[in-house]
């Protein structure tokens, strides 16, 4: 069965338009609870989760009355980090868990990310199931008048996620010492992310706190984090971290204000946790995107580098076929297996924190792992139908490939949220870089040109 409701992240589009309108998100509640209602005679659970934009009340009324309709009862836990809500569909035995965000994109978009009872997000396979029951929705059986489910706020909720990402950070350390800048992005982090590094000991510096609906990733989280850098160096913080709307991704930044992208994050967790003897699997999973200095380092210390599609949820999946238990995206998604069923920005951050406290050296010296080589990232936006179908956008793609040769990677993918086509190209020469994806985007561009004539 093949998805087309469904992306690379859950369902995501603009706010009031299909498919994030309260129609879709109440029959997606009722095909994805028939889909995990037990029958049994005990309770069924689902637990909603959301960041803060404004039309997340709009889509969490749609989906309570699509869940308790068919006999489900739903726990509310409000503005929550997707992680917390990937553990707390654990902790609280629940049948699913549903996370209403569209991570880093801005307050207009929304979106549907969906948990199963063990707190891993669905496989293609359920995702196509749900979909099928998605297009007969209005002949799903309804519960009786006395089996309705029924709907309440969780209480404590902030408190059970703290102590969870807490026990990410050794207990023989504390923050002491440490001046952090933490930016939530006026997203679904801003009450617990301060409150953890303070209660580490931390001096703690926040922004990105305030959220009023609409100024989620607003000049601010992983998408823009120069603001968090200039308060770095403005402060003279040892660290900056930013984290997306719905913190399951980061981005630092050294006591220099100087970004570290998602390969140094994973350079950093990976070495140091060989080094303690917590590194599973010999490697580290990530995807296509990443750096092939990364990749250079980790075989040059013994470890493997697995590359997967882009998508954490493909990271995962490999992460859990070959045991191990690091992994993450270029992008900032971090899935730390000890810690968590998905992305955890915080976890990740803590992470890097105890690697600064047991070497008592700055993030600028512990981060220098790897040498990065030169890679060249464009996105190019398209209308109509799919340019790499096209003759002449084919041709540039292989020609591009023949210039990087062997010792280089083109990427070209079209993003799963957006109208946009990914285009990298990484090797040894940064004109050739260039120059490869140059081809290629000047080849979509031409073929989108033609289309709109």
């Known amino acids: 069965m093949s998805r087309t409701l469904f992306g690379t992240d859950g369902i995501r589009g603009r706010a009031n338009v299909e498919p994030i309108t309260p129609s879709i998100a109440m029959a997606v509640a009722m095909a994805s609870g028939a889909r995990f209602h037990t029958n049994h005679a005990g309770r069924n659970l689902v637990l909603i989760g959301k960041d803060t934009r404004l039309s997340g009340y709009m889509l969490e009324t749609a989906m309570v009355a699509g869940f308790t309709s068919i006999g489900m009862d739903v726990v509310l836990v409000g503005p929550m980090p997707t992680p917390a809500v990937a553990m707390l569909v654990q902790s609280m035995r629940a049948n699913l868990g549903v996370m209403i965000s569209a991570s880093h994109n801005p307050y207009y978009d929304n979106g549907i990310k969906l948990f199963g009872p063990d707190g891993y997000k669905l496989s293609d396979q359920v995702e196509a199931e749900i979909e099928e029951m998605f297009t007969r929705w209005q002949s799903l059986p309804l519960s009786n008048s006395e089996s309705l489910g029924r709907a309440r706020r969780l209480e404590d909720e902030q408190g059970r996620y703290?102590?969870?990402?807490?026990s990410a950070f050794p207990r023989d350390l504390r923050l002491e010492?440490?001046?952090?800048?933490?930016?939530?992005?006026?997203?679904?982090?801003?009450?617990?992310?301060?409150?953890?590094?303070?209660?580490?000991?931390?001096?703690?510096?926040s922004m990105g706190v305030s959220p009023d609906g609409f100024n989620i990733n607003d000049n601010c989280g992983t998408?823009?984090?120069?603001?968090?850098?200039?308060?770095?160096?403005?402060?003279?913080?040892?660290i900056g971290i930013s984290l997306d709307g719905d913190a399951d991704r980061l981005i630092l930044a050294d006591e220099e204000g100087r970004?570290?992208?998602?390969?140094?994050?994973?350079?950093?967790?990976?070495?140091?946790?060989?080094?303690?003897?917590?590194?599973?699997?010999?490697?580290?999973?990530?995807?296509?995107?990443?750096?092939?200095?990364?990749e250079r380092y980790l075989n040059g210390i013994g470890l493997k580098l697995v590359r997967v599609k882009v998508g954490d949820r493909y990271v995962l999946e490999a992460m859990r076929a070959g045991g191990y238990n690091v992994g993450g995206e270029q992008s900032g998604h971090m899935i730390l297996a000890d810690y968590g069923t998905t992305g955890d920005g915080l976890a990740a951050a803590l992470q890097v924190l105890a690697a600064m406290k047991r070497s008592e050296k700055p993030l600028?010296?512990?981060?220098?792992?790897?040498?990065?080589?030169?890679?060249?990232?464009?996105?190019?936006?398209f209308v109509g139908p799919d340019p790499l179908s096209i003759d002449s956008v084919k041709s540039a793609i292989v020609a591009s490939k023949a210039r990087l040769g062997d010792s280089g990677l083109l990427v070209i993918r079209k993003s799963g949220t957006e109208p946009l086509i990914r285009v990298m190209a990484q090797g040894e020469n940064q004109i050739e870089v260039l120059s490869a994806v140059e081809r290629v985007v000047d080849a979509i561009e031409q073929a989108t040109k033609k289309t709109m004539e």
Do not use: H
Not at 162 to 166: D, G, L, W
Not at 224 to 234: G, K, R, T
Not at 364 to 381: A, D, T
């Open 364 to 381: 600028s010296q512990v981060s220098k792992i790897f040498e990065p080589m030169p890679q060249i990232l464009r996105n190019v936006r």
């Open 223 to 238: 998408t823009a984090p120069e603001a968090m850098m200039n308060l770095v160096n403005n402060e003279g913080a040892d």
């Open 177 to 205: 010492g440490l001046k952090v800048v933490i930016d939530c992005a006026n997203g679904a982090a801003y009450k617990a992310a301060p409150r953890v590094l303070f209660e580490l000991g931390a001096e703690v510096i």
């Open 162 to 166: 703290i102590e969870f990402v807490k």
């Open 259 to 294: 970004k570290l992208d998602g390969d140094q994050i994973l350079g950093l967790i990976g070495s140091s946790w060989l080094i303690d003897g917590k590194l599973s699997g010999g490697g580290i999973v990530a995807t296509v995107m990443s750096n092939l200095g990364l």
